[in-house]
C-alpha cells in the first residue's frame, strides 16, 4: 500500500479518533506505542487493536482480516496467473521485469 505503516496509522488516528471518535488520542497512542514494540508491521497490529477495542476479539479478526487480505488476494492472484502473461517474450521486451 502506498506510504506504508506510517501512512496506515496517520489515515487510523484521522478516522477513528477525530472523525468518528471511536477512542481518546491518548488510548489511540498507547495501542501505537504497544505496537511499535511488537515485531511486524504496525499498522497490521494497529488494525487488530482498533477492532479488539472498539468490539472485542471478533471485531479484532474481523479488522485484521479486512486490512490485510485484499492485497494478499491480489498479490496471490497476481502470482498464480504470472505465467499467463509474463512470457520470456514480455520480459525481453520490458527489461524493468527482469
Known amino acids: 500500500a502506498f506510504g506504508g505503516p506510517a501512512a496506515h496509522v496517520g489515515l487510523f488516528q484521522k478516522t477513528f479518533v477525530e472523525n468518528l471518535n471511536w477512542m481518546s488520542l491518548e488510548v489511540f497512542m498507547e495501542l501505537f506505542a504497544v505496537c511499535q514494540c511488537m515485531p511486524g508491521p504496525s499498522s497490521t497490529q494497529m488494525s487488530f487493536a482498533l477492532g479488539t477495542t472498539k468490539q472485542g476479539v471478533a471485531g479484532g479478526l474481523l479488522s ?12 496471490t492472484a497476481f502470482g498464480l496467473t504470472a505465467h499467463h502473461w509474463a512470457g520470456a517474450d514480455v520480459i525481453s521486451q520490458h527489461a524493468w521485469l527482469a
Open 64 to 75: 485484521g482480516i479486512l486490512f490485510q487480505y485484499p492485497g494478499a488476494l491480489v498479490m
